[in-house]
């Protein structure tokens, strides 16, 4: 399966214009990347200015529709032409107190009108350091995916982001992410089927960069990448598309 390497801008860049350029820049940097599959998920306002590449979300809302003032519904991103979607990222669940409960309505939302969904999981530091890593991996992915069935598993990525490697330039090492998503995976064998779990993508996350990007796919045996800040230097993040291939 090819390599999902996914551009998560968060709140960035500040306008229209750096967003256009660094847009422009990892375009071009990215034309003969054919082994890796690359989503942009820039601030929505500037997903119209896009065209070449494809595009996600990095949240929606967990209504359909109706009087909820300043939110997206998963229809509305995949009628722009968007057709990923991230859920459940960790500074959503920390800032906006997103629970397991609404990160499986939203996961359920978005599947139905056609998305395809990134959904992130991970654990704190305190977490780790109680030895509860797995007890919380297990117990998101029980209830993010609450009545989500196996057919359904074919539109959704699992994102493994460690909470304490996101933005701290301190990822996780090799050994310690294969052995997560290891866990991952025999946790989706145990909630569907071996089949489920092979194919299903599980990505890393967490402070990934143009020189440790590579061990991740062909170490630690990711099938893909969530990236954040090294998303927004087009050298860099070219550079890990690259390394995916
Ligand atoms: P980072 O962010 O690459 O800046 O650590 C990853 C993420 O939050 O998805």
Redesign the pocket.
Same mark, same amino acid.
């Given at each position: 399966m090819k390599s999902l390497i996914?551009a998560?801008w968060?709140l960035n860049p500040q306008t229209k214009r750096e967003a256009e350029e660094l847009f422009k820049k990892v375009k071009a940097g990215i034309k003969s990347a054919k082994n890796a599959e690359v989503v942009l998920c820039p601030p929505l306002i500037y997903s119209p200015l896009f065209k070449g590449l494809a595009l996600g979300a990095q949240n929606c809302c967990s209504e359909e529709k109706g009087a909820f003032t300043g939110e997206i519904s998963a229809s509305m991103i995949k009628s722009a032409g968007l057709d990923y979607v991230?859920i459940g990222?960790?500074?959503r669940r920390k800032y906006f107190s997103e629970t397991d409960e609404l990160i499986n309505k939203k996961i359920k939302l978005a599947i139905r009108v056609g998305l395809n969904v990134i959904l992130?999981i991970g654990e704190t530091a305190e977490e780790r350091d109680a030895s509860k890593k797995t007890l919380i991996l297990k117990s998101q992915l029980e209830n993010d995916l609450r009545n989500i069935s196996k057919d359904d598993m074919k539109h959704i990525s699992i #994102?493994y982001?460690p909470i304490w #490697?996101?933005?701290?330039?301190n990822?996780c090492s090799v050994q310690e992410t294969t052995t997560s998503l290891l866990f991952i995976k025999q946790t989706i064998n145990n909630l569907y089927n071996r089949e489920t779990a092979d194919k299903t993508r599980i990505l890393y996350?967490?402070?990934?960069?143009g020189e440790n990007s590579g061990a991740y796919i062909k170490e630690a045996g990711a099938n893909g990448l969530?990236?954040?800040? #090294?998303?927004l230097r087009a050298d860099d993040f070219v550079k890990i598309v690259r390394s995916a291939e």
């Amino acid at each position: 399966m090819k390599s999902l390497i996914v551009a998560n801008w968060k709140l960035n860049p500040q306008t229209k214009r750096e967003a256009e350029e660094l847009f422009k820049k990892v375009k071009a940097g990215i034309k003969s990347a054919k082994n890796a599959e690359v989503v942009l998920c820039p601030p929505l306002i500037y997903s119209p200015l896009f065209k070449g590449l494809a595009l996600g979300a990095q949240n929606c809302c967990s209504e359909e529709k109706g009087a909820f003032t300043g939110e997206i519904s998963a229809s509305m991103i995949k009628s722009a032409g968007l057709d990923y979607v991230i859920i459940g990222h960790s500074e959503r669940r920390k800032y906006f107190s997103e629970t397991d409960e609404l990160i499986n309505k939203k996961i359920k939302l978005a599947i139905r009108v056609g998305l395809n969904v990134i959904l992130c999981i991970g654990e704190t530091a305190e977490e780790r350091d109680a030895s509860k890593k797995t007890l919380i991996l297990k117990s998101q992915l029980e209830n993010d995916l609450r009545n989500i069935s196996k057919d359904d598993m074919k539109h959704i990525s699992i #994102a493994y982001e460690p909470i304490w #490697a996101i933005g701290t330039g301190n990822n996780c090492s090799v050994q310690e992410t294969t052995t997560s998503l290891l866990f991952i995976k025999q946790t989706i064998n145990n909630l569907y089927n071996r089949e489920t779990a092979d194919k299903t993508r599980i990505l890393y996350g967490g402070s990934v960069n143009g020189e440790n990007s590579g061990a991740y796919i062909k170490e630690a045996g990711a099938n893909g990448l969530l990236v954040g800040g #090294a998303s927004l230097r087009a050298d860099d993040f070219v550079k890990i598309v690259r390394s995916a291939e």
